[in-house]
């Protein structure tokens, strides 16, 4: 099955040609063009992995993160961004962002790491999955 | 005399950083786009190579008129950045402020948009000049937009965040004026409190006045008369 990828870019013009270039190779792309929208995308569709800019309009991308994390944890979060400072890279890997990587970016690269992400997201699923039925099996099997 | 002194020059470092940083993550996003769309081409000219398909003309022309799209966006902002940068360079003159104003919209157009702030100015009635050093005005003039940004911050979400900036109409008096269109905004009060920024009013031979509205503030040539 192919990866499902929120992209999220204040750019317009980056978004389009992004998400062309994505689906090109095989992957489902949806947009949007703030942490906001993003968040309310996420209420009522499932993604493998967001491709987030760390700096746009609105809500700040560490910010965004944090709230995206406690949303859905198994969601794998890939910062593009222009420049970032050491500092908030280190912040925003604490936080529990996958990767991040700078623009303008080698599309190859990208794509690998969103199955990268994918990978990591069914492991979590699968791991939580497992958990439950050990709780499960706990609770009924004595 | 104003008080020129280290801290003064650290306060316009962190100005110079502030925009720096403001327009290098602009030409980022320039060079991303352009970088997309050459690679779309090179994706297009592989599939033409590999199969049926032909390259389609109009899109490779969809293509270049975009990346030229982005190629004068980087060259606008390259332009006014060079500008600002050359402000170092001069002595204290003549400055014409409308077109200073003009300038630092231009280059805080990402900052600005970080506050979910709309700025409008407004051109003047008459011409507006004021004897001092470029850097020096350009960084009040950014310490006002910024200043304004900030009250805004605390307004409710759904509140129209626009900031208009206009010209006095007395030739006499050099004025700008920095007006909001809500109730919401906070801080009035405090408006260039700080040292810092009573020294960079100082430095330009400025004072600031409130607006009889309340909804805004203006820079005006010379010293304050008590």
Redesign the interface.
């Known amino acids: 099955m192919s990866e499902k990828v929120l992209l999220v870019d204040d750019e317009q013009d980056f978004l389009e040609i992004m998400s062309e270039r994505i689906q090109a190779r095989g992957m489902t792309v949806k947009t949007a063009d703030s942490a906001d929208k993003a968040l309310a995308m996420l209420e009522n569709e499932s993604f493998d992995a967001i491709v987030m800019d760390f700096k746009m309009p609105g809500m700040d991308g560490i910010q965004a993160l944090k709230n995206i994390k406690t949303q859905k944890p198994e969601l794998q979060i890939i910062l593009l961004t222009g420049y970032a400072t050491v500092e908030k890279t280190v912040e925003a890997m604490k936080i529990g962002a996958t990767d991040l990587l700078e623009k303008p970016a080698d599309l190859e690269a990208l794509t690998a790491t969103i199955q990268k992400a994918k990978a990591e997201k069914m492991l979590l699923v699968e791991k939580k999955t497992e958990e439950k039925i050990k709780d499960i099996l706990q609770r009924f099997g004595g | 005399m104003p008080n020129h002194n280290l801290s003064h020059d650290r306060e316009g470092i962190r100005f110079f950083g502030t925009l720096s ?1 403001a327009v ?6 320039f ?7 050459a ?2 081409l090179g ?1 297009l000219a592989a599939r033409a190579r590999n199969g049926p398909v032909p390259v389609d003309p109009q899109k490779a022309c969809l293509i270049s008129e ?1 990346i030229s ?2 190629v004068e966006r980087a060259d606008a902002m390259i332009k006014q950045f060079n500008r600002f940068s050359h402000s170092m360079d001069h002595a204290q003159e003549s400055v014409d402020m409308e077109e200073m104003v003009y300038l630092v919209a231009g280059l805080t157009e990402r900052i600005i ?4 702030v709309t700025l409008t100015v407004m051109p003047g009635p008459v011409p507006c000049r004021i004897q001092a050093h470029r850097f020096d005005l350009l960084h009040l003039i950014f310490r006002a937009v910024e200043m304004t940004c900030e009250m805004l911050d605390n307004a409710p979400e759904d509140t129209q965040k626009q900031v208009t900036v206009n010209f006095g109409s007395n030739p006499l008096v050099s004025e700008i004026c920095f007006l909001v269109d809500t109730e919401a905004a906070s801080g009035w009060d405090t408006l260039f409190d700080d040292p810092k920024d009573r020294s960079m009013l100082e430095l330009v031979n400025m004072h600031v006045k409130k607006t009889v509205t309340g909804r805004g503030f203006c820079l005006c040539s010379g010293r304050k008369t008590q």
């Open positions: 940083a290098t993550h602009d030409m980022k996003n060079l991303a786009i352009i970088n997309e769309n690679g779309l994706d975009k799209k982005q948009r970080h506050h979910d």
